[in-house]
């Protein structure tokens, strides 16, 4: 059982950085596959990075390329969401999970995080 808790988000101008972050539970940390996700209202949580348990090899959604980086500290039990130049459209409700194997769906996560709320003001 892996329980995850984010800290994180707020309300940022466009143009701004946020930094999320998530510390697991649980001595096997660093064989999950971590990712964050995020659901915005009226639509459904889509992905939004996700980084290898061991080589810690990152993959994103296009649309933030080059403006989020993730990353993950074993001996911490932490994934980070670095978000720099924030839009409007980055708002959403911002999810970590854990994974043996997942990829780049939901259904392929075991454990959720509470969840954070990250608003982009115009």
């Known amino acids: 059982q892996v329980q995850l808790v984010q800290s994180g988000g707020g309300l940022v101008q466009a143009g701004g950085s946020l930094r999320l972050s998530c510390v697991a539970s649980?001595?096997?940390?660093?064989?999950?596959?971590m990712a964050w996700f995020r659901q915005a209202p009226g639509k459904e949580r889509e992905f939004v990075a996700r980084?290898?348990?061991?080589?810690?090899?990152?993959y994103y959604l296009d649309f933030v390329k080059g403006r989020f980086t993730m990353s993950r500290d074993n001996a911490k039990n932490t994934v980070s969401l670095q978000m720099n130049s924030l839009k409007p459209e980055d708002t959403a409700a911002y999810y970590c999970?854990?994974?043996?194997?997942?990829?780049?769906?939901?259904?392929?996560?075991?454990?959720w995080g509470n969840g954070t709320l990250v608003t982009v003001s115009s």
């Open positions: 999970a854990a994974s043996k194997d997942g990829g780049s769906s939901y259904g392929e996560y075991d454990y």
């Open positions: 649980g001595r096997t940390f660093s064989s999950y596959v």
């Open positions: 980084i290898n348990c061991c080589g810690g090899s990152t």
